[in-house]
């Protein structure tokens, strides 16, 4: 079982920069993980993620304005988000998955971006 504790959640002018934290209970070394999100009254949507190669993607919709990265001496993955805006309001969830052993989620931290 690995237990995804998120933080940094916020309210946030537009134009504004966030950092989300994403902090496993155990090592994540060999996962893929990654962020998502939710927006009230929408599903789930992928916004990055990781190998444990260190290869990266993320949403069009993102793309240029959020760097993801991971610390695995801290089993740790984070969120850089720039020049936020007002869509980007959602929770967000950490997710880190091996499959088929496991796919686990975070419990999710708001991210609110004001206009």
């Known amino acids: 079982q690995v237990k995804l504790v998120e933080s940094g959640g916020a309210l946030v002018q537009a134009g504004g920069s966030l950092r989300l934290s994403c902090a496993a209970s155990t090592t994540i070394v060999n996962a893929r993980v990654g962020w998502y999100r939710q927006a009230p009254g929408k599903q789930r949507e992928f916004v990055a993620d990781?190998?444990?190669?260190?290869?990266?993607n993320y949403a069009n919709s993102v793309k240029g304005r959020f760097t993801i990265s991971r610390d695995n001496a801290e089993n740790t993955v984070y969120l850089q988000m720039n020049s936020l805006k007002p869509e980007d309001t959602a929770v967000y969830y950490c997710?880190?998955?091996?499959?088929?052993?496991?796919?686990?989620w975070g419990q999710g931290t708001q991210v609110t971006v004001s206009s």
């Open positions: 990781m190998s444990r190669g260190g290869g990266t």
């Open positions: 997710n880190a998955q091996l499959l088929p052993v496991y796919n686990f």
